[in-house]
Each structure stands twice: as C-alpha cells, then as structure tokens.
C-alpha cells in the first residue's frame, strides 16, 4: 500500500503505533521533524494533483485535532478520514500528540481531550 501511496493518515499512524516500541529517539524526531500528514478539506487540491502522493503533507506540530470546533474556526485539521472516528486519548491519538510536541515534558499542557493545539 506504502508504495501506491493508498495509505489513510489512519493506516500510517495505526502502523507507526504498531512500531513505536521498536524507534530510536532519533527515529521518533526524524518522524517530528518529517511532513507526513495531509490536511482535510483539501478538496480542489486533491482533485487537481490526482493522487495521493501529490497531495501536500505537513508535520503534525503544523495541524489540528480532527475535531468540529477547529473546523468551525478554519483552522487546519489533520485529515483523519471520513469513516473512522477521531479519539484523542487512543493509542493513535496519544502517538499524533507525542509527534506534536518538541519537548516530552510539554505533554501534560498538550494532553488528549484538551483543546489546546497539539504544538
């Protein structure tokens, strides 16, 4: 799948999840510092490039939970997909928020089921 880029944000950061015992601290900022996420509503973009690797991805620490309250405000939201439900205090979640963040003793302000951003 990684290869026709057919990977949701989900597949790639349910894979990352399955992973992540396994990464070095350098593997882990190297995942930080890498622009790997789409955004939603990318809608005329998306249709234009035509695939999914010609969309434009940004670092988690540049993007918004999926949730409706960043939407209403138009702010940019990572693009989680339509069917599969956001969960902030899952293993998912919990991983995106680790990517967020520069420092691990920043967790606390940023933690899951608050409305802070994930930077």
């Known amino acids: 799948m990684i290869e026709t880029g057919a990977w949701s944000t989900f597949d ?25 996420f789409p955004k939603e509503d990318r809608g005329k ?21 999926p949730i409706d309250i960043f939407r209403e405000l138009g702010l940019p939201t990572i693009d989680w997909g339509a069917d599969i439900q956001w969960e902030s205090t899952s293993n998912n979640g919990k991983l995106l928020f680790q990517a967020a963040v520069e420092d ?6 940023a933690q899951p089921g608050s409305s802070f951003h994930w930077v």
Do not use: C, H, M
């Not at 790639?12 to 790997?36: D, G, H, K, W």
């Not at 998306?46 to 690797?53: I, T």
């Open 12 to 36: 790639l950061v349910r894979y990352l999840v399955s992973i992540q015992a396994n990464l070095t601290p350098q593997e882990f900022e190297r995942l930080r510092q890498t622009s790997a």
């Open 45 to 65: 973009e998306q249709l234009a490039a035509g695939s999914r690797w010609d969309v434009q991805r940004y670092k988690a620490e540049d993007l918004y939970e």
């Open 104 to 109: 691990p003793n920043d967790l606390p302000i």
